[in-house]
């Protein structure tokens, strides 16, 4: 198969790419190298079978020339920036909803018939239900980002229905894992490099999360392209479980050899929008034969791992 994976030297995307080209696939990539990183595309240049596009998602003659030939996207190009969405209240409209629908466009032009798109558990708001499957009712939006997310569902199910595009929506807790570039992980560990006696935590630490490693998304995608027939399917992909952030900042501190004095900002929300407890019903995915393999734990140090030998990245997304 031919794929365009947008956003590909990203986090996700750049993995995904290296599957695909392991599976034997033909991948064009496309990304503009605002927050995607040309390293995590090494070893994808050295395949004969990739091929980069570096290009803005905002221009659709661009987007419809990528989808000539193309047989599935997988779409991860995004703002994937939840805490300043206020700051700049255009961002995640633009990146996250104009450019979605230039992507469809770019689809409908050339035949494409499949996308993969990459949206978030932040869509079911303060979920009335915990766990959260894929049928709970959506409540109100408490993110620009989810609220973006959410639009790009709606307009992908509406070319599923209108354009017959087969459209498999994936609803992510947080990713961790190699190639990892924003979240607490990072901020903590950034933190500790500075001042490693103290460690600023916004809100009181009682924040509940489920955390997901990449190498596991990775898998969720590539069987549910496989084995999925709905014409939208959903998808909820996480782990069967969560953590509290003060769990996570004991597996941070003790896999750098720190004890930290912690120091809380207060409330029960880190930031404006910030969904204190996120805990996805994941059976759905399960269903088609996929299961996580390392635990939020592992995740998280193999994570810290992976960025005290990546020290470069530190410079780069500063």
């Known amino acids: ?23 034997g696939h033909e991948v064009v990539g496309f990304d503009s190298y605002v ?43 995004a703002n994937a920036d939840v805490r300043f969405g206020t700051d700049h209240p255009r961002r995640d409209l633009d990146q996250n ?28 708001g303060v979920a009335p239900r915990i766990p959260t499957p894929e049928d709970c009712p959506l409540p109100i939006q408490t993110s620009l980002y989810g609220a ?27 990713i961790l894992g190699e190639r990892y570039t924003h979240g607490h992980v990072f901020d903590f560990y950034k933190q500790l490099l500075e001042h490693p006696e103290y460690l600023r935590v916004l809100g009181d630490g009682s924040q ?43 597996w941070i501190s003790n896999q750098l050899g720190l004890n930290p004095r912690l120091e809380y900002t207060g409330g029960k929300q880190g930031w404006i929008g910030d969904n204190p407890f996120i805990f996805l019903d994941c059976w759905k995915m399960c269903s088609l034969g996929w299961q996580p393999k390392l635990s939020i734990e592992a995740a998280v140090r193999r994570t810290v791992d992976y960025l005290q030998a990546n020290k470069w990245l530190l410079e780069r997304r500063h």
Not at 52 to 60: H, N, Q, V, Y
């Open 208 to 250: 509940r999360k489920g955390y997901l490693y990449v190498q596991d998304c990775v898998d969720a995608i590539m069987i549910a392209l496989d084995k999925s027939d709905e014409k939208v399917g959903i998808f909820n992909l996480g782990v069967p479980g969560y953590c509290q952030l003060t769990d996570s900042i004991g």
């Open 1 to 23: 198969m031919r794929f365009l994976v947008t956003g590909a030297a990203g986090f996700i995307g750049s993995n995904v790419v290296d599957r695909l080209l392991a599976d």
């Open 148 to 174: 973006s997310k959410l639009a790009a569902e709606g307009f992908i199910s509406a070319y599923a229905e209108g354009f017959g595009v087969r459209a498999i929506i994936f609803r992510f807790v947080s």
């Open 97 to 124: 909803v104009i450019v979605t629908w230039n992507v469809l466009e770019g689809m409908r032009r050339n035949g494409v018939k499949t996308i993969a798109f990459s949206s978030t558990g932040s869509v079911y």
């Open 35 to 77: 927050t995607g990183q040309r390293e995590f595309l090494a070893g994808a240049f050295a395949s004969p079978k990739f091929q980069l596009i570096e290009g803005d998602l905002f221009d659709l003659s661009s987007v419809v020339e990528a989808c000539v030939g193309i047989d599935i996207v997988i779409h991860f190009a």
